[in-house]
């Protein structure tokens, strides 16, 4: 190395001299003549180093060992006990004249070395007491071997056996779930049967109470609007739109989203995908099937009765295709007659079973609001302007014990239509569908359900709306 230049100068194993600045030391660079990878060498590593670029090796000491193969064979063979059935001590001890003695007097050495200059300074004073505890230290015999005082034999240390650690993952104590509302959680094998004891569960209870309860402010609302109060017609008809949006999301929660329990009202309050999307979705679907109904002044007399009737059979049986297909298939394109057909034909006698429920749950929950609308209108009518034949206190039971049922017999149509998705979605043949596979959960006895770690199995980030389906 020059030292005045601060340069290290080394040769590359193709003979050509090479020099990098000493802050190049330890790195590596391709040498310009024959493109190798070359190491920059140390400061310590020069002095080791030929004028062709290659380490110096020293010739190797040859020993005498005469008594070498007998200590090897001491040292590693199997027996423990020698030729006189004593036992093999492998610990080394060094002798007075032992030459292995020779560390010593290194030390003496570097404690001679030191200048008479330095006595003050407390770094080397630190220094040559390490270096008197290391020499007073280093070689004390080892201590002797400890026996059995009754039974004589050498005590030796207990082996330590290296088991593998096996535990059963459901035996980990976990923070239990305390709020399990709206979550992600997906169940294997649910079955159609299962909603009726499902819709009694605290949490969808509590949803159908919301439900039932926005009901009765509709209905209260509707009094100031007979009155002239206009100021809250936006409100009403928000409130109306939101029963319709919240239905479809039932549909698309559980058939899209694949969850086993009811969707809280308005979901995540997103515009697009929790409140107008599915409001339009609704009412898609409605106008499809009922709204020829808007024509029927163009008939009189018994033609008027005739297509009205036709209108709610024919609607009546197709509503279940039509609401499946807006809330679930992400296009109007499938709303074509010919892909109808295909989606009544893939759920088979389940369809039939469908327009059942549609068909009860439309009755009773038309029911329900025309029983309790009267019932109100009652109450601010003047006393035998209406007549009650039942009694009000009858007539509040009846009507809203129908507006009840009906909201859970209408829970549960959208529930098993989002059951029917899941099953046979794939043989609906819709356009621009796209349907994520559930993800299967391992569920452990407390705490969280976690991945089950089968290939192909993906989590989506967020919810995608139906419109977005590629």
């Known amino acids: 190395m020059d030292h005045e230049l601060r340069n290290i100068r080394f040769a590359c194993t193709c ?3 090479l020099e990098v600045p000493v802050e190049r030391a330890g790195t590596s660079l391709q040498c310009p003549q024959c493109g190798r990878l070359v190491d920059v060498p140390t400061l310590s590593d020069l002095a080791s180093l030929s004028e062709d670029g290659t380490y110096l090796i020293d010739e190797a000491d040859a020993r005498d060992e005469p008594d070498r193969l007998e200590k090897l064979t001491r040292a590693f063979s199997r027996q423990r006990t020698d030729a006189h059935g004593n036992e093999i001590d492998l610990r080394e001890r060094f002798g007075e004249d032992d030459p292995e003695r020779e560390p010593a007097g290194e030390i003496e050495t570097l404690e001679e070395a030191g200048d008479d200059d330095d006595e003050g300074n407390p770094v080397l004073a630190a220094q040559e007491e390490a270096l008197d505890v290391l020499a007073k230290h280093a070689f004390e015999p080892p201590p002797p071997p400890r026996y059995d005082p009754e039974t004589g034999e050498l005590l030796r240390p207990l082996p330590l056996q290296q088991e593998p650690i096996v535990f059963d993952p459901s035996t980990v104590p976990m923070a239990k779930a305390v709020i399990n509302y709206a979550g992600a959680d997906v169940s294997r094998g649910f079955r159609a049967w299962q909603i009726v004891p499902e819709l009694f569960r605290f949490t969808n209870l509590f949803v159908m109470g919301l439900i039932f309860a926005t009901h009765v402010f509709l209905q209260m609302m509707m009094f100031p609007l ?3 109060m206009w100021l809250i017609l936006p409100g009403f008809f928000f409130l109306c739109g939101a029963l319709v949006a919240h239905y479809a999301n039932v549909v698309n929660d559980v058939g899209y989203d694949q969850k086993d329990e009811l969707p809280r009202p308005l979901r995540d309050l997103s515009w697009t ?10 009412m898609t679907a409605l106008f499809v099937c009922y709204g020829a109904l808007m024509f029927t002044d163009k008939f009189t007399g018994v033609g008027k009765l005739a297509f009205a009737g036709t209108v709610v059979i024919l609607g009546t049986i197709g509503f279940p295709a039509v609401f499946l297909t807006t809330t679930s298939s992400g296009t109007v394109l499938n709303l074509m007659p010919d892909r109808l057909l295909r989606v009544m034909g893939a759920l088979g006698p389940k369809y039939l079973i469908a327009v059942a429920l549609w068909a009860a749950s439309a009755v009773v929950y038309l029911a329900g609001n025309v029983a309790t609308i009267f019932f109100l209108s009652s109450l601010l009518s ?14 509040a039971l009846l009507g809203y014990g129908l507006l009840m049922l009906g909201i859970v017999m209408m829970h549960g149509f959208c529930w098993y239509l989002g059951l029917q998705y899941r099953g046979h979605h794939e043989q609906f043949n819709w356009l621009l569908q796209r349907h994520h596979k559930k993800v299967d959960l391992i569920r452990p006895k407390y705490g969280f359900a976690t991945l089950s770690g089968e290939s192909g199995a993906k989590v989506r980030p967020k919810r995608a709306s139906p419109q977005n389906h590629a």
């Open 226 to 228: 007979v009155i002239g």
């Open 382 to 395: 003047e006393p035998g302007a209406t007549p009650n034949v039942i009694g009000p206190e009858l007539h």
């Open 273 to 282: 995908d929790d409140i107008w999307g599915p409001f339009v979705h609704g």
């Open 15 to 17: 003979s050509v001299v």
